[in-house]
């Protein structure tokens, strides 16, 4: 079963970049489709990107489309999650995730079964 870290969480203007990573270990990411949610205190656990296991299809939130782009190195066994332009709402927990292997398109929490601790990404104004 893969162990997943995340890190690269921050304090940042709005307006700004951050670059999270999300690294693998005990199995390799090679072969697993992958996404990245987001939690903010008081509110649910939301779907934010997700690529399959070669990096050639990805998926985003309307809420981060054209801001945000999801990566992945399989050499390096890491998962990656560009965020620029960051507004305030975009404060939240971060976690990446591996989906479930019969989920073509997984965008549910439900989808998705190891999770990393979470990363916090807090955005001022």
């Known amino acids: 079963q893969v162990q997943l870290v995340e890190s690269g969480g921050g304090l940042v203007q709005a307006g700004g970049s951050l670059r999270l990573s999300c690294a693998a270990s005990?199995?390799?990411?090679?072969?697993?489709?992958m996404g990245w949610f987001r939690q903010a205190p008081g509110k649910e656990r939301e779907f934010v990107a997700f690529?399959?296991?070669?990096?050639?299809?990805?998926y985003y939130a309307d809420s981060v489309k054209g801001r945000f782009t999801i990566s992945r190195d399989n050499a390096k066994n890491t998962l990656y999650l560009q965020m620029n332009s960051l507004k305030p709402e975009d404060t939240a927990v971060y976690y990446c995730?591996?989906?479930?292997?019969?989920?073509?398109?997984?965008?549910?929490?439900?989808?998705?079964?190891?999770w990393g601790q979470g990363t916090q990404v807090t955005v001022f104004s």
């Open positions: 995730a591996s989906a479930r292997e019969t989920i073509t398109l997984p965008t549910t929490s439900n989808d998705y079964t190891n």
């Open positions: 005990g199995s390799t990411l090679r072969w697993l489709n």
């Open positions: 690529i399959n296991w070669s990096g050639g299809s990805t």
